[in-house]
């Protein structure tokens, strides 16, 4: 994060915790909003979010369905110190189930003609801002970047070289060993405060709201999942207002229905199906 940005979300932090809007209330603590809601969830800034009303970036909840999540399956395993071959066959299972599997697959509409004509990896959700089209030339180069800093070998930057280790066993045993080892120094020294937080959404219905993961610190979302946390902090990226949908990008460009988008939105609001995949 450079110098300026963090000058500003100092500011910002600071003005919430004058007016005393740092904290969730009661109420907000059990999933309703009040007439400050609002402001406590101002983009960009720090919240501290109890992991009951939490759904991992593939949608479903921290604290009754984090098995149906691979990752959250993973980080149960390592918790519980069995052996890597059995993780790994497990994390196997899913990656062949996926690899073959379109857009329109991996968020259960098969009948979606547009989604259908792209692979899984290339999904774009409902509200978010971005193209599939442009997903799809963009994402080999993001997973190159991202895997590259994680100890990922590739055998060049092409994207035919990179799509090619998206789901390859090297690539299953590296999500295994980073999952494991945040999984070993959070466990062992704790969370390092930083101004760096990962990014969550916000999804509001009516008088309730939820929170879901965004792009960066899923793996810590998890980890501390495992390890017992009630609250998870980080910085708020976006709210996703259902009353918002008809507006939302990729309804308004017809990737998506408004019908399609309000069921997937309803599915990340109680979170029990897994949308998205492993890559």
Known sequence: MNTLKKYIFYIIDSLKNLFLLSNLNK???????????????LPNT???VPYSLGRTVRGVSFDENILLDPAGRICSKISQDINNKIIFDDLLKVFNEQ????AADIVHLSNNKKLKNYPAWAIVMPWEDLNIEDM????????????????LIFNDDSNESIINIMYSNIFIQNRIDQMADLYKSIKKHGIIKSQDLPKIKILLKNNEWRWFMGDGGNHRSFV??????DFFVARVSSIIDIKDLNNWHNVKNGTYSVVEAHDIFESYFQGARVYRGMV
């Open 27 to 41: 109420k907000e603590l059990q999933g309703f909003t009040t007439s400050s809601t609002r402001f406590r969830f």
């Open 99 to 102: 690899k073959n599997m379109s």
């Open 224 to 229: 501390l999942s495992c390890l017992g946390y």
């Open 46 to 48: 720090i919240v501290r």
């Open 136 to 151: 799809f030339d963009s994402y080999p180069q993001l997973f190159f970047k991202n895997r590259n800093t994680k100890g």
